[in-house]
Nanobody
Framework: QVQVVESGGGLVQPGGSLRLSCTAS????????TNWYRQAPGKQRELVAN??????NYADSVLGRFSISRADAENTAYLQMNSLKPEDTARYYC?????????????WGQGTQVTVSS
């Protein structure tokens, strides 16, 4: 069974930075992609950034401010968030796609809260 855990959220002032981590554990053979989503109260969940192999994609709203990377040996991905704005406040979720020795998986974490406020 694969589990995904996010960490690194918190309260930060506008203009500040945070780095979120997403670690997948279990009987993983390979991770194909890691996707970071966020959901603010009263809004739909939106894709913020993803990394598939070495290819990355970003939402227009975070382009140039956020950066996604991965450390394959640790089955961990990171979301570096700079120049944070109050509108970045949301719960951030990680979704990991890959395979175990028995088949494919796509697993969500429980999320980590990011609050940008002065």
């Amino acid at each position: 069974q694969v589990q995904v855990v996010e960490s690194g959220g918190g309260l930060v002032q506008p203009g500040g930075s945070l780095r979120l981590s997403c670690t997948a554990s279990g009987n993983i053979f390979i991770v194909y992609a890691t996707n970071w989503y966020r959901q603010a109260p009263g809004k739909q969940r939106e894709l913020v950034a993803n990394i598939r192999g070495r290819s990355t994609n970003y939402a227009d709203s975070v382009l140039g401010r956020f950066s996604i990377s991965r450390a394959d040996a640790e089955n961990t991905a990171y979301l570096q968030m700079n120049s944070l704005k109050p509108e970045d406040t949301a719960r951030y979720y990680c979704n990991v796609e890959g395979t175990t020795v028995t088949g494919g998986f796509t697993v969500w974490g429980q999320g980590t809260q990011v609050t940008v406020s002065s």
